[in-house]
């Protein structure tokens, strides 16, 4: 049975959320998942890894760009595909595709290709539940309760099953 790692790094648990969302679509398809934060694993011993972070100010997280770095050996070895947690708002998409800027760090998407990565896509976030600092109080002060979780649920679980398809899965969730 192939064995998949989904490795994320969340800051306000947003992303771990996505993540799960993912890892429990590739369970429904039959395969053998952990979903664990960059920070505590490896890609060692997997026979293919999805990688996701939240991205603050044009940036992914530590531990996860920490993962892609460390990891660059495993991952040129198995399939693997990377996630972005990114902006929230009633225009996600018309924004993401006037500012490239949300798309993804240019260097961390680089470093992936470099090695092989099969696709990435970046999913609308949500405003942080518990806001700390000026900025993310400011965020979640101007931003309307209706626009504060802008994933798109039935998204991530179409981008899981596309995922294990190509990992030679069941095309149907086993029930």
Known sequence: MTK???????????????????????????LD????EAGETSAEGYDAVVLGSAMYTGRWL???????KH?????????FWIFTSGPV?????????????????HHVLGLAES???RGHVVF???IPE???GFIEKAMARNTPEEFRDSRDWDQIRKWGAEIATELGASAQPQT
């Not at 530590?62 to 892609?68: D, G, I, S």
């Not at 708002?89 to 760090?105: A, F, Q």
């Open 4 to 30: 998949v790692l989904v490795a994320y790094a969340s800051k306000h648990h947003s992303t771990a959320e996505i993540a799960d969302a993912i890892a429990d679509e590739l369970r429904a398809h039959g």
């Open 124 to 126: 609308a976030g949500r």
């Open 130 to 132: 518990d806001p700390h």
């Open 115 to 117: 090695v092989g990565v």
């Open 89 to 105: 708002g009633e225009n996600v998409d018309k924004e993401l595709e006037e500012d490239s800027k949300w798309l993804e760090p």
């Open 62 to 68: 530590r531990h996860a760009r920490t993962f892609l």
């Open 71 to 79: 990891n660059l050996d495993a991952l040129k070895q198995v399939p």
């Open 33 to 36: 998942v952990e979903c664990l």
